[in-house]
């Protein structure tokens, strides 16, 4: 949509969310310079409020969502508040100076112009998704802490408490506690949670909001004020220059900047990364809603563009946020113009009424964030506790989700949000490496349970069915890397014991590393010297995987023929070499007679001779089709010297795909014969085929004339089929078993 195309919606959108925006924001402010005392209170809260016009109306301009609403938000506020508390305690900031605190500011802009930088170069580079890979558990149980920390950090303005006073020596003296600033900041808080529920029109953050207000101006006609707790403070609001680095510069004389630079850096990542999923969640979520499709890498750019002007002008970082977004859409904004005129309108607010923002008492803010922060407890972490406490069992992967969530929501209350996160994904990866680890055999079968599509005569299946146990197949499935090569090396190296043939399935085979080739060629010595074959499919010049196990001397170390186009061609080269051992095995290329077929088992000598007048002799030079699929042909074949393969085509990818083999001896085209359909499949000479060919009205006369021999005929074409199914379901069994 253009972007003038929709204004009065945009306008409406823009208006819904700068009133769910401007109370955040000034909260937000309120939080992240705790730590400079209550004096800076009025400062802070400016600092808030700036985001939300700075952030909010670039990254509208820039970014790649049309209906997000960018400003200040929970996460990115405590990083930069543990960031502004270290700063306070440092010792390379002069704790005597007069510009202590624009040093602080100017140090926490910093990290929040690195924050900006890093999400401007991971959309320029076009990073978009890579910032999407951290775990859910990971980000599940940093929202969990964040969630708890917000709550604990308003408790002591929500009851009234000086910031100086613990919570201990409040147990001790309840007097401390003021009891009608809880009763102001419970208000905002029930007035937040009923609104949401029964009254959809007004934001609830609003209604919250003027209720405490109402709540505390009305008590002070009769009571004293400072009963009822502190406001805000005097706000002076202005248009604020960008001067702060300019600041910082000029007072270099009173830190120790290059020991306090390093302590930036990792914040400063964390902020970008952080605002980074934030947004990109509040995109998903928008275009969930909307039906279009955001432009990641340029949600990034302007993500990062706004938190740059944030940073130059001392705001607090800003990005995209799902219930700002949502209450845009619903109220009927569709164009990125919509988060520029929210930006625009909460700038208009701040200046006409400003004076009037620092009148709103800190128990009020404190129950609007509270509120905030019991939103953000992750829904899954609550139902997965809530099963665990009624004894519902729950499998090992959702225990494991679970400790990762509370680790990670434990060191984030208990140590630092960037490190909490740094150890979640950690364990979250070290997890993953040993789930990945724990094998790659999808499944593991025998010679004797699956065979290959070679349809041999009877002889040398019950052979395969004695011997077959010596061929051995490992599907393998997933990366083939440091974490599960070896304990497949192990797998190998136990089922060899007592097998010949080694066929590695690579077909499901996602990636290979360094020791995933490794231990192919650990594996190709240890069979190798012992006189055994190790022979791999799907893994050939068309795999994606070749030219790296190529660079690696996998191919050198193996010979060619090892290396198979697909399983069964490894199989049925196994069984051919396994039949050549055990028993006088018959090349393809072996002329049979007819009475050496299956096909003519129980018949007297003088019922081959009448049955041998019927059929003609033919042949088919390699790479003919002896039938075609669809063809009205019923006449039934007899494979008396060659080989021919079953083939069936495929539609979508135009294609022929080998069902079956067929040696000397075999029969086919016994489907149309008995059922009188068309072919069912093509059939081509795969070497020079010589074939017997029973023609379907010599069929009938034989019926007719000698029934006890078409009795005898189909007899032994059921024999063949019901051999066939049984082979089939032995596979089908073997399979599924595994």
């Given at each position: ?461 019950n052979m395969l069915e004695e011997f077959g146990q ?124 007819l009475k050496q077929m299956d096909i003519a088992r ?83 000479a795969d070497d020079d085929a010589e074939v017997y ?46």
């Amino acid at each position: 949509m253009r972007l003038f195309s929709n204004f009065k919606g945009d306008l409406s959108g823009g208006l819904s969310a700068a009133t769910i925006t401007l109370p955040l924001s000034i909260g937000y402010g309120l939080i992240a310079f705790a730590p400079l005392g209550t004096e800076f209170a009025p400062l802070a809260v400016l600092t808030g409020v700036y985001a939300a016009i700075f952030a909010g109306f670039f990254a509208a301009l820039f970014g790649g969502t049309p209906i997000q609403i960018t400003g200040p938000n929970a996460p990115q506020t405590l990083v930069l508040a543990s960031v502004v508390s270290g700063l306070a305690v440092s010792p390379h900031i002069a704790q005597e100076s007069d510009a202590r605190i624009v040093i602080i500011v100017a140090l926490a802009s910093f990290c929040i112009l690195l924050g900006g930088a890093c999400q401007l170069i991971f959309g320029k580079l076009r990073f978009g998704n890579l910032v999407k890979y951290v775990p859910y558990p990971v980000i599940a149980g940093f929202m969990n802490g964040i969630a708890i920390l917000l709550v604990v950090k308003q408790l002591k303005p929500l009851m009234g408490i000086r910031a100086d006073i613990s919570f201990f020596e409040v147990v001790k003296h309840p007097a401390t506690a003021q009891p009608l600033t809880l009763l102001v900041g419970f208000t905002t808080l029930l007035a937040i949670f009923l609104s949401k529920r029964f009254v959809k029109i007004i934001p609830a953050s609003l209604m919250g909001l003027t209720a405490g207000i109402a709540l505390y101006y009305g008590l002070q006609f009769f009571l004293a004020a400072d009963s009822l707790g502190p406001v805000i403070g005097d706000i002076e609001v202005k248009w604020p220059k960008p001067k702060i680095f300019f600041e910082l510069y000029h007072l270099t004389d009173h830190i120790n900047l290059w020991k306090i630079l390093p302590d930036l850096l990792i914040p400063g990542l964390f902020l970008g990364l952080i605002g980074s999923l934030e947004s990109l969640l509040s995109s998903v979520v928008s275009d969930n809603v909307t039906g279009t499709y955001h432009d990641t890498n340029r949600e990034l750019v302007g993500q990062g563009i706004g938190n740059i002007f944030c940073a130059v002008f001392g705001a607090l970082p800003g990005a995209g946020s799902i219930v700002r977004s949502m209450a845009n859409y619903n109220a009927g904004g569709r164009t990125r113009l919509s988060g520029m005129i929210s930006s625009f309108l909460i700038f208009l607010i701040i200046v006409v009424i400003g004076p009037q923002v620092g009148k709103i008492p800190l128990a009020v803010i404190a129950g609007v964030i509270i509120a905030v922060g019991i939103g953000l407890f992750d829904s899954w972490t609550v139902t997965t506790l809530r099963k665990l406490a009624l004894s519902i069992k729950q499998s090992k992967e959702v225990l494991g989700n679970l400790f990762i969530t509370l680790a990670v929501t434990f060191i984030t209350i208990s140590i630092n949000l960037t490190i909490a996160v740094g150890i979640g994904v950690a364990i979250a990866a070290t997890l993953f490496v040993s789930k990945m680890g724990k094998s790659v055999i999808k499944r593991q079968y025998r010679g004797d349970q699956v065979h290959s599509n070679n349809m041999r005569i009877e002889e040398h299946s019950n052979m395969l069915e004695e011997f077959g146990q010596h061929i051995v197949v490992f599907e393998l499935q997933g990366p083939l890397f440091f974490g599960s090569s070896e304990k497949l090396a192990l797998a190998i190296r136990n089922t060899m014991k007592n097998a010949t043939y080694c066929i590695l399935d690579m077909k499901r085979v996602t990636e290979i590393d360094g020791t995933g080739t490794n231990i192919l060629l650990r594996i190709s010595r240890m069979i190798k010297m012992e006189k055994k074959h190790l022979l791999i499919s799907y893994l050939n010049a068309d795999s994606p995987f070749w030219g790296f196990i190529g660079a690696m001397d996998v191919t050198k170390v193996l010979r060619k023929d090892q290396f198979f186009e697909d399983t069964d061609s490894a199989l049925e080269w196994s069984e051919d070499h396994l039949l050549g051992h055990v028993g006088e095995f018959e090349k393809s290329s072996t002329e049979v007679t007819l009475k050496q077929m299956d096909i003519a088992r129980d018949f007297t000598n003088q019922e081959l001779n009448t049955l041998q007048q019927l059929l003609t002799r033919r042949t088919f030079k390699k790479g003919i089709p002896i039938f075609r699929e669809g063809d009205e042909g019923r006449d039934l074949f007899f494979l008396k010297k060659g080989s021919v393969s079953i083939r069936a085509h495929l539609p979508e990818s135009n294609r022929l795909k080998r069902l079956y083999k067929y040696n000397p001896g075999a029969l086919f085209g016994e489907l149309a014969l008995l059922d009188g359909s068309p072919r069912s499949a093509d059939v081509w000479a795969d070497d020079d085929a010589e074939v017997y060919q029973l023609a379907v009205a010599d069929f009938k006369k034989l019926r007719k004339e000698k029934p006890e021999i078409a009795i005898k005929l189909i007899l032994n074409i059921s024999r063949e089929l019901s051999r066939r199914l049984r082979m089939s379901s032995q596979e089908v069994r073997a399979m599924e078993d595994n």
